[in-house]
T-cell receptor, first 111, second 113 residues
């Protein structure tokens, strides 16, 4: 069964304290892996798409990486405004299938 | 700027009542998705459409939920009759293709008492 697991469920950081969020997946072929950010009371906001192992994408303090079994979202020197829930989703390489979302990691950054 | 819109933003209703949620996808996006989000289950896919045709609605309770796209600018999700366990935030998302990034609306927070 296709599955996406994110860890940890919650992460508290001090401002400037770098860390990583993990997304491990089990799918029968990967077409793409997506990261989204969700703020309270809002819909998820697209961040990155990764397609193949070894690929990396960066945006401000965020960097997403991909291996054959997992993806990491690295947060460098986070700021309070980075506080949000980060969702990972995978698209299996099967015709007609849609995204499978993980349950997310809730990040809190305090100043 | 282009964004997905959803109405209503909040809905409180009594058990047994019909609920209709509406979504306007981003112009030019041919793929539309309906999700439900709860604390316990996270984000669950209910149904999705491509070029207004339903591709999969296996995530929906068939006896009470229905999803349609009357035209390219409107998607609807109906619950009849509603039950307290349907209380959740319902999101609509659209994209250029089934495997492309999705753009989410602000959601409809449904409370069924």
């Amino acid at each position: 069964e296709d599955q996406v697991t994110q860890s940890p469920e919650a992460l508290r950081l001090q401002e400037g304290e770098s860390s990583s969020l993990n997304c491990s997946y089990t799918v029968s072929g990967l077409r793409g892996l997506f990261w989204y950010r969700q703020d309270p009371g809002k819909g998820p906001e697209f961040l990155f798409t990764l397609y193949s192992a070894g690929e990396e994408k960066e945006k401000e303090r965020l960097k997403a990486t991909l291996t054959k079994k997992e993806s990491f979202l690295h947060i460098t020197a986070p700021k309070p405004e980075d506080s949000a829930t980060y969702l990972c989703a995978v698209h299996p390489n099967q015709a007609g299938t849609a995204l499978i979302f993980g349950k997310g990691t809730t990040l809190s950054v305090s100043s | 700027d282009a964004r997905v819109t959803q109405t209503p933003r909040h809905k409180v209703t009594e058990m047994g009542q019909e609920v209709t949620m509406r979504c306007q996808p981003i112009l030019g996006h041919n793929t539309v998705f309906w999700y439900r989000q709860t604390m316990m289950q996270g984000l669950e896919l209910l149904a999705y459409f491509r070029n207004r045709a339903p591709l999969d609605d296996s995530g929906m309770p068939k006896d009470r939920f229905s999803a349609e796209m009357p035209d390219a600018t409107l998607a609807t999700l109906k619950i009849q009759p509603s039950e307290p366990r349907d209380s959740a935030v319902y999101f609509c998302a659209s994209g250029l293709a089934l495997f492309a990034e999705q753009y989410f609306g602000p959601g409809t927070r449904l409370t069924v008492t």
